[in-house]
């Protein structure tokens, strides 16, 4: 995870907010238009917290299936095992699969595994020369009584003659690994565990350190990709900062930041759609006589930054009861989508109770850039996607083909009006 945490940090902390400064960024935080004048104005506070499930890797999974043959595994001479996975420019991949005619060797890339976008393009060919083959170090070689042993994994060969392996680019973040048992191979190939994850991540094993117990000495010695494959899936899904949150007060009937269906006005919330900087349209917004302003620096940090898993941002204003709160936040791990109420905000109350409002809270598309695989896009985050022109809508009656996540899963709000 703290290597998730770096990637993020200078994908979406740095780069997210390349066109504003800091200063720029603070500055819509101290200004306020003007309230009417009818009952003294109120002290609210809301709370953002990100709640995203704390995944380390993501996407995993064990593959069973075997093209050629009687199409069961193993592979033999002759077969194939082929794995279709996602993945985005800050993604890696790692897999394992023994090596049959042995008690303990596998097949594997560096424990660090391959790196899928060198230099921004997508890897493609044979890449046999970066599968080697391993010593799990956890039964005794030529060992006919399994024999086990307690060595660190290391290497056995940096080259192969026994298998073929191919890397394909399908477009749209899609890869397909295909592993070609050769003909006249000394071994059969066992099913392959396999895994996308960040950078400076070792998640099957560590050379020179012992075996992690988590499934992969069952794979060496028996072939069997299952524990292996549920550990790592286990770990393993969609983790999206939140960026920086936008907020205006106002009344009944305006709708500050966006009108359902009607087009992006043009005025700041594409830039918080797209990079999650909120500086432009928290500037019109204040320029507009609102009320309004910008969160930026998680709690208990000196820095703007996104939220990540259990971090929050806190933020004050003053209003009435029976005024209005609108927000808008980027869901940092996607092209234009952001969480936000409806477009004409979320009724302020009187009571002082502490109140979760996350059931208001909705993930909307602003509709300034297309959608790609959550998580795995190509221009997801600073980079700029191919825009489109359509209406800002919920998400959720986007047509796009892919799954996201509710807003519940991954934002929290709460919101108090303060004691006199």
Request: hydrophobic letters at 40%; charged letters at 20%.
């Amino acid at each position: 995870m703290k290597a998730l945490r770096l990637t993020m940090v200078a994908a979406l902390a740095v780069l997210l907010f390349t066109q504003c400064e800091k200063d720029e960024m603070m500055e819509p935080e101290t200004k306020s238009g003007t309230l009417p004048d009818v009952v003294p104005a109120k002290m609210y506070t809301v709370t953002v917290e990100n709640v995203s499930v704390h995944y380390d890797y993501f996407a995993a999974g064990a593959e069973f299936g075997v093209t050629g043959g009687d199409a069961t595994p193993p592979a033999h001479p002759g077969e194939t095992i082929t794995v279709h996975f996602h993945a985005g420019p800050s993604h890696k991949l790692s897999f394992a699969s023994m090596y049959g005619a042995s008690n303990d060797w596998f097949y594997a890339p560096n424990d660090d595994g391959i790196e899928l976008f060198p230099g921004g393009s997508a890897l493609e060919g044979d890449i046999t020369g970066m599968t080697y083959l391993w010593d799990a170090g956890t039964e005794v070689d030529g060992s006919t009584t399994d024999e086990e042993e307690s060595n660190p994994v290391g290497m056995v060969s940096t080259t192969e003659e026994n298998i073929q392996v191919l890397l394909d680019y399908n477009g749209e973040s899609m890869f397909t690994l295909t592993i070609n048992v050769l003909p006249g191979s000394a071994t059969p190939l066992s099913p392959v565990a396999w895994v996308v994850h960040s950078m400076d991540q070792h998640p099957i094993f560590m050379e020179g350190e012992l075996d992690y117990g988590m499934g992969l000495e069952a794979l060496a010695e028996t072939g069997n990709a299952g524990p292996l494959g549920e550990y790592l899936s286990m770990h393993s899904g969609y983790v999206s900062p939140v960026a920086p949150v936008l907020w205006a007060v106002h009344e009944k009937g305006d709708m500050p930041i966006f009108t359902k269906n009607m087009v992006d006005r043009g005025k700041g919330l594409e830039l918080l759609a797209e990079t999650g900087n909120p500086g432009e349209l928290a500037d019109t917004l204040v320029n507009r006589g609102y009320n309004a302003g910008a969160s930026a620096i998680p709690d208990g940090q000196d820095n703007i930054a996104p939220l990540f898993p259990g971090d929050t941002y806190t933020f004050s204003f003053n209003a009435k009861p029976n005024q209005y709160l609108s927000i808008a936040s980027m869901l940092g791990k996607s092209n234009d989508n952001f969480f936000a109420f409806g477009d004409s905000g979320f009724k302020l109350a009187a009571g002082n109770n502490m109140r979760d409002i996350t059931s208001k809270v909705m993930l909307w598309d602003a509709g300034t850039e297309v959608n790609e695989y959550p998580g795995a896009g190509i221009h997801q985050g600073p980079s700029e996607g191919s825009t489109e022109n359509e209406v800002v809508q919920p998400l959720m009656d986007v047509n796009d083909g892919f799954w996201w996540p509710d807003a519940s899963q991954v934002i929290k709000v709460t919101i108090h009006k303060n004691k006199n």
